[in-house]
């Protein structure tokens, strides 16, 4: 498709961290077509950083509120926290595409093969694995592996953060026999594009693969 609209697109953070919406807007922007302008969104009522159940659950309701709020305006809306909360709530609220990273990143992975997420969040695995399933990619989820260190505390350290995904890669790959893993935090967006360069398999950074979906389905509208 050539086009000459520009085409806004909401990057919601439901993280409460306003550096990790940075981050991830400007992971965005490197991964979006000149079309596409891309603006940052904290949620400001969700965890600083959601690592369990509880605050997924905080998040979603925080986000669905946010989307009938602050999210009009926007020809698109991308999920920007790994779990995609209050995914399902945005979409009923708003009539423009809404992405997950979760999702897209999975599906992108999936494509590829078997593939592995690798995590720092140990009390969203289960949760991660559930979504696994409800998107219909079971059976192509080799494994989950994850950090065993106190999430916050690993965060703040960006050199124990890459040293530790590298090793969760190498371990999927070695010993779970993924094809491509998937880096699973929107907040890990730095860290997924420096050991892109050094993975083993195809790594899957989930802000740039979202991106991409957003970029396909408005050019999709446009073609229509």
Do not use: K, Q
Request: charged share 20%; with cysteine; proline share 7%.
């Amino acid at each position: 498709m050539t086009t000459t609209a520009v085409r806004r697109v909401l990057l919601a953070n439901p993280n409460s961290n306003t550096a990790a919406t940075g981050r991830m807007v400007a992971a965005a922007r490197d991964a979006a077509p000149d079309w596409l302008r891309v603006e940052g969104y904290t949620t400001a009522a969700s965890p600083a950083l959601i690592v369990d159940d509880a605050g997924g659950e905080v998040a979603e309701t925080a986000v669905a509120v946010a989307a009938g709020r602050d999210f009009g305006g926007f020809d698109g809306v991308i999920v920007s926290a790994y779990i995609d909360p209050g995914i399902d709530r945005v979409r009923a609220a708003l009539p423009v595409p809404v992405v997950g990273i979760g999702e897209a990143s999975m599906r992108a992975a999936a494509a590829v093969g078997r593939f592995s997420v690798a995590m720092t969040t140990p009390g969203l695995v289960d949760w991660v694995r559930r979504y696994a399933e409800r998107l219909g990619l079971a059976a192509r989820l080799a494994s989950i592996p994850c950090t065993t260190d106190e999430p916050h505390a690993l965060m703040a350290d960006p050199d124990r953060v890459l040293a530790a995904l590298d090793g969760l890669i190498r371990r999927a790959v070695a010993e779970d026999g993924a094809e491509a893993v998937v880096i699973g935090g929107g907040p890990l967006a730095d860290a997924a594009r420096t050991l892109a360069a050094t993975s083993p398999v195809p790594l899957i950074e989930p802000v740039p693969a979202a991106v991409r979906e957003m970029a396909a389905r408005l050019a999709g509208e446009e073609d229509r």
